[in-house]
């Protein structure tokens, strides 16, 4: 138990609230970047959402955490595994697919914990760096994300707005002094 969060593993059951989760956590972030609400707001969208979690859940080479308040609501999550990107190689890289955390529980320590778990999921797969994509007018996490240590490498590919999302690294193996 961290502070008043706890993580653990998602099963199958947490399709729902994982696609709850990624709905209301993408909603944040896409309009804080300037697309509007009403774009996002698709009835269909959300059932599409939820059958890629189950999905998600269902690949064994993937690792998924929620992270839980101590009432058992799901206020963040992690998914993470192989890398997507066919110009990485899988036996080095290990792909960070999403950290997304709702907004009441930002300042709490979710996010640091979430990201954690990443990098020891990374190191159990013996990788040795961290890879992911990140939507270039998300401020927020950029800064996250740069402040543990992620630098972009140079890779993009168009994202909404006109607004591209950016692949950053993470060197995964401690520098000797």
Do not use: K
């Not at 529980?105 to 990140?134: I, K, M």
């Amino acid at each position: 138990m961290h502070q008043g969060f706890r993580l653990r593993e998602a099963t199958a059951e947490d399709a729902d609230v994982l696609a709850n989760v990624h709905t209301r956590t993408r909603t944040a972030y896409y309009t804080a970047g300037g697309l509007p609400e009403e774009l996002l707001v698709d009835p269909t969208a959300w059932g599409h959402r939820r059958d890629a979690w189950a999905r998600v859940l269902a690949t064994p080479s993937r690792a998924t955490l929620v992270a839980e308040d101590s009432d058992g609501t799901t206020v963040g999550l992690l998914t993470a595994g192989p890398p997507h990107h066919e110009d990485l190689d899988a036996s080095t890289s290990y792909e960070l697919y999403q950290i997304g955390v709702l907004a009441h529980a930002w300042g709490r320590g979710v996010g640091r914990a979430l990201h954690r778990e990443f990098v020891a999921l990374a190191a159990a797969a013996s990788c040795t760096e961290g890879v992911l994509e990140c939507w270039a007018s998300n401020s927020r996490a950029q800064s996250f994300y740069a402040r543990n240590g992620w630098r972009p490498d140079g890779t993009r590919r168009p994202g909404p707005l006109d607004h591209d999302y950016v692949r950053l690294r993470l060197n995964l193996v401690p520098h000797s002094s």
